[in-house]
């Protein structure tokens, strides 16, 4: 029994209480009477319906029944009182989640509307949002929905082929709307419905089979695109570059220079306040060109006084370095001390350890941006996957500080996604600094702390 559940089930126990000394006490005191002839009455006692008295009571049944009001009527007013303040919290809470969502939906212009959030949604969801593109996700799973929420997505609940729930979406403003799930008929149907909601609307449909695309075209969609047909020829691409026949891919590699100088986006991330010039110092950088607040304000060639706070990028220039070695004087290792003692939970801590390590290696080999972009690539993946379980973990074993931990699982999602969409310009120092002050941090004082809550109440 934890904290937070031992106080519904001290009211449960005393409800249960008094209905059973009710029933118990005109048993005793009336003859002829059933249990439920007793139970029923003293329901109604308690919760003071005035159905009138079933039989006829004696001088020693009413003062009981006196009796019974006064203790019984208390503890029945709480118990009704907690379980109609449950149900309207729980109720408020996701109106108000729900309306904000669908606020920030109804603001949208231009936008794109996937439909499926599988593997493919997935994959299309996180380059839009490093694209800076606005979309929406429509899909019937509450499962999926709440992990692309997590990830910071406008999502929406309901069948994409289904007209309210197009409208709903945005599908007269939007721009794209993209056809993942896996199915082809389905696909047909929702390009149909977008369609004719929104003649203008760009459709990209998920294909299946080649014989029906035909149908597909006719049916509204714009072009058909195949994954398997495309994973195959990345990976024959792959073949073929290994084997000195195709031109090296380029794509993910560091920015390129203008006459020996580049720009690069410094991500703050420590508590700590500090200033444009001593921000500048540590990058080595020549000058600093926009400094972006936290909360969205851009301020353009900013003061060397001004000052960085927890969440703010700076972006400056830099002149480029013929080397791109880069000496990180603190790695982050596994080390014993990490351990927390719940075997699941210290699995996974390991994972996130090794792909910190991985990133450290490769910065120092000098592989800066390809390093980035694939750490952060799988490193997002893993994160939303692993707060998910320990939410879990925590929710099922009742921790009263449920909400301030989650809170802290939305603010590290959120600053994995901005440098994610980032990652080709961020110095590689940033993204170690955030991986360690993660790591070390979050592990040694936050994770412990409900590590703690689990071991002293374990059943």
Not at 306 to 320: A, I, K, M, T
């Amino acid at each position: 029994m934890t904290s937070k559940t031992r106080p519904h089930l001290q009211l449960l126990v005393a409800i249960l209480l008094v209905l059973l000394v009710g029933t118990v006490g005109y048993l005793l005191l009336e003859d002829g009477w059933t249990v439920l002839d007793a139970l029923y009455m003293t329901v109604i006692t308690i919760t003071t319906i005035g159905y009138g008295e079933i039989h006829e009571l004696s001088s020693a049944s009413r003062i009981f029944t006196i009796g019974l009001i006064f203790t019984g009527l208390g503890v029945a007013a709480v118990f009704a009182t907690q379980i109609a303040k449950m149900i309207v919290q729980s109720g408020i809470k996701n109106l108000y989640e729900k309306r904000k969502m669908n606020d920030k939906i109804n603001k949208l212009q231009s936008h794109t509307i996937i439909c499926g959030y599988g593997r493919i949604g997935r994959s299309i969801s996180l380059k839009l949002f490093e694209l800076g593109l606005d979309f929406v996700i429509l899909d019937t799973s509450e499962e999926k929905l709440n992990e692309a929420e997590q990830r910071g997505y406008l999502t929406m609940h309901g069948d994409a082929a289904v007209d309210g729930v197009l409208l709903s979406a945005g599908i007269g403003r939007a721009e794209y709307i993209v056809l993942c799930i896996n199915n082809d008929a389905d696909n047909i149907n929702i390009s149909l419905a977008a369609r004719e909601l929104n003649p203008d609307i760009f459709v990209v449909a998920r294909g299946s089979d080649p014989t029906i695309e035909y149908r597909m075209l006719r049916a509204g969609a714009n072009t058909v695109v195949y994954p398997m047909t495309l994973g195959g020829e990345q990976i024959a691409h792959i073949l073929a570059r290994h084997a000195g026949v195709a031109p090296a891919n380029n794509k993910g590699t560091a920015p390129h220079d203008v006459m020996g100088y580049s720009l690069k986006i410094f991500p703050y991330l420590e508590d700590e306040q500090l200033t444009v010039a001593d921000a500048l110092k540590r990058t080595n950088s020549q000058k600093a060109l926009v400094l972006h607040r936290v909360d969205g304000e851009d301020i353009e060639d900013p003061d060397d006084n001004e000052v960085l706070e927890h969440g703010d990028s700076l972006l400056v220039l830099v002149r480029c370095e013929k080397s791109t070695k880069t000496n990180i004087e603190e790695t982050v290792t596994w080390s014993e001390d990490l351990l927390l003692g719940i075997p699941s939970i210290d699995a996974e801590h390991r994972v996130l350890v090794k792909y910190a390590e991985d990133f450290q290696k490769a910065v120092n080999e000098g592989k800066e941006g390809e390093a980035i972009a694939r750490l952060f690539d799988r490193l997002l993946e893993y994160t939303t996957s692993h707060f998910a379980r320990e939410e879990g973990f925590m929710q099922k074993r009742g921790y009263p500080d449920i909400e301030e931990h989650m809170k802290e699982h939305r603010r590290i999602t959120r600053e994995v996604m901005e440098l994610n969409r980032d990652k080709r310009y961020v110095f590689s120092e940033s993204v170690d600094k955030f991986l360690q002050d993660w790591i070390i941090n979050h592990i040694n004082h936050t994770d412990r702390k409900y590590v703690k809550f689990m071991l002293e109440n374990k059943k």
